[in-house]
């Protein structure tokens, strides 16, 4: 790796681990900002769920905008504009205003999570690229470990507000880092934007977002669940419509045709399915059954963070050496087998017995497969079209997770309970077998990237 390749990949790390730290983080401060502001449960959650809805709604048009104007540029906006909206977060008057301003963070999010891949997918290739996606994932996996832990230090001794506050310090040292990045040269072609396509992309994803969202408070009885769901339905099947007709569509749908992209999506959506479906459900199990406190549920968590720090780089080698495919297939059937393990758990579920083992056999599974599956994904695509493969991916986990948490319901009952928590831990095991098996029959090695 050279000394420019270096600060590249260090860029694309610390703006990937903005956005994923703030996605974190804020939960630990959501009961001080709810005593200072107000706005009871449904508040809690707006605070929450307009970041995910802006950063899912317009992940795919910031897609394009990558790969139409540059990495380095859309990166530059979107920190400025995360920078910004962290300081009207920090200082919100109100609840309202606090909402308002987390989906100006979304947008801002959306503009970094895909270029910051984009960006290593442009610099590096071959074996290189599969290890600098290793390092990248290593260290963006700090933000899950760092946001709770650092939330709840500034919230305990500080206040809530630098929560937010905060992000104008890696936010300025990215920027600065950025000056040395070079920008990528004019396109001989001056892009157009699709503006059609980008409005119905953003109403065809954003509101069944919405809907998936608010469903688990409202009810899909509601109109306003229903409603949303059906016009985004319908808007989605405009912009597909839409995408096959412009000549400069923002989602080329051609990318589909690509063997380890449109595998590797599929594959994505049953992992990244079983991914927030299990985590979600041991977290609440080991709080509202086991007993244990927030702290002590999210230290449960802590083997999962230190495995991935610890062997990410080493398995993005490994895919860059051998092919993706090996690593795909084996990856989830290890985490599947770790979600048995914890299927297994009683009403008291000991630390060390019952829970620490199923934890550590899934933190390898899921480890031995993230970087080998986005390194598998973005490397089947030509890099000018890196911003958008990248995230169509984005957009394609973060849905499938929202699907799955949304039917963790329909799952384990009403209430949860031992029994039902073990149901959902073998449909985890079962969504990631198929993922395992997914990728062991599509995926394919040593394909050059395609052109599209």
């Known amino acids: 790796m050279t000394a420019y390749q270096r600060k590249v990949l260090i860029v694309a790390i610390l703006a990937s681990f903005i956005a994923f730290l703030d996605g974190t983080v804020i939960n630990v401060a959501l009961p001080a900002i709810s005593r200072e502001l107000g706005g009871g449960l449904a508040g809690q959650q707006w ?17 394009s905008l990558s790969d139409a104007y540059g990495r380095r540029r859309v990166i530059f906006w979107g920190l400025i504009g995360f920078g910004g909206a962290s300081i ?7 609840d309202e205003f606090l909402i308002i301003s987390r989906g100006l963070q979304g947008l801002a999010g959306a503009l970094l999570v895909p270029s910051s891949l984009a960006i290593i997918i442009s610099n590096f290739d071959g074996p290189k690229r599969a290890k600098a996606i ?32 905060i992000n104008v310090i890696p936010i300025a040292v990215t920027l600065w880092l950025l000056r040395g990045v070079y920008a990528e040269p004019p396109r001989p072609v001056k892009p157009k934007i699709d503006y059609r396509g980008a409005v119905l992309g953003v109403f065809g994803i954003g509101l069944p977002v919405f809907a998936l969202i608010e469903q688990g408070r409202l009810g899909w009885g509601n109109p306003i669940v229903w409603g949303a769901m059906v016009v985004g339905v319908a808007a989605f099947a405009a912009f597909i419509v839409n995408e ?24 994505t959506t049953f992992i990244y399915a079983a991914l927030s479906l299990g985590g979600f459900l041991l977290t609440l199990f080991l709080q509202q059954v086991a007993g244990y406190s927030a702290t002590e549920a999210g230290l449960a968590s802590l083997p999962s963070t230190i495995i991935s720090i610890s062997l990410s780089t080493l398995f993005g080698t490994l895919a860059g ?30 630390y060390l017995t019952q829970v620490f083992p199923g934890t550590v056999v899934f933190a390898l599974g899921l480890t031995i497969t993230v970087a080998p599956l986005t390194a598998a994904v973005l490397g089947a695509i030509d890099p000018e079209r890196a911003g958008i493969a990248s995230a169509v991916n984005n957009a394609v ?13 329909l799952i384990v009952g009403d209430a949860l309970t031992t029994e039902g928590f073990a149901r959902g831990a073998i449909v985890t095991a079962v969504l ?21």
């Open 47 to 63: 605070v929450v769920d307009a970041y995910l809805i802006t950063l899912t709604a317009v992940i795919l048009l910031a897609g």
């Open 88 to 94: 009207l977060c920090a200082i919100s008057p109100t």
């Open 134 to 165: 290793g390092q990248w994932t290593a260290w963006t996996s700090t933000a899950f470990l760092a946001g709770p832990l650092l939330g709840g230090v500034l919230v305990d001794y500080a206040s809530w507000r630098f929560v937010f506050a």
């Open 244 to 267: 096959r007709r412009v000549k400069q569509p923002m989602l080329p749908l051609s990318l589909f045709t690509v063997r380890n992209f449109w595998v590797g999506n599929l594959a």
């Open 321 to 350: 050496k051998y092919g993706s495919r090996l690593f795909m297939a084996i990856g989830p059937v290890i985490g599947a087998v770790g979600y048995v393990m914890l299927s297994q758990v009683t009403p008291s579920a000991n």
């Open 397 to 409: 986990s973060r849905v499938a997770g929202l699907i799955a948490t949304a039917a963790a319901a």
């Open 432 to 452: 990631l077998t198929l993922g395992g098996v997914v990728s062991a029959i599509g995926i394919q090695n040593a394909k050059r990237p395609v052109k599209v």
